[in-house]
């Protein structure tokens, strides 16, 4: 078992910045890698980010290349997602979730485990 606890999410204005955080705990070693998602009312879960958590490399939802940065810190076992000029269509849930497998991580098929979500509201 693998748990996740998000943090960071609140209120900003459109243009400002936010940072999540996701801490895990459990048997991360299994962890291969880590992703972040977002739903908004009324609509699908849909991908935001994702990281490979051995090697790092990154993924990124194209409406969000440029403005958000994921990564992570193997000793604290905690990713982060930076978010930079929010716009107020991204309110929304923001997910943090864990990939034993790592096949099609853009998915949400391919994750395991997932954290509580954190709100994140950003006004217009």
């Known amino acids: 078992q693998v748990q996740l606890v998000e943090s960071g999410g609140g209120l900003v204005q459109a243009g400002g910045s936010l940072r999540l955080s996701c801490a895990a705990s459990g048997r991360t070693f299994n962890v291969y890698a880590m992703g972040w998602f977002r739903q908004a009312p009324g609509k699908e879960r849909e991908f935001v980010a994702a990281?490979?958590?051995?090697?790092?490399?990154?993924y990124y939802a194209d409406s969000v290349k440029g403005r958000f940065t994921i990564s992570r810190d193997k000793a604290k076992n905690t990713e982060y997602l930076q978010m930079n000029s929010l716009k107020p269509e991204e309110t929304a849930v923001y997910y943090c979730?864990?990939?034993?497998?790592?096949?099609?991580?853009?998915?949400?098929?391919?994750?395991?485990?997932w954290g509580q979500g954190t709100q994140v509201t950003v006004s217009s």
């Open positions: 979730a864990a990939s034993l497998s790592g096949w099609t991580i853009t998915t949400a098929q391919a994750y395991d485990y």
């Open positions: 990281i490979n958590w051995r090697s790092g490399t990154t």
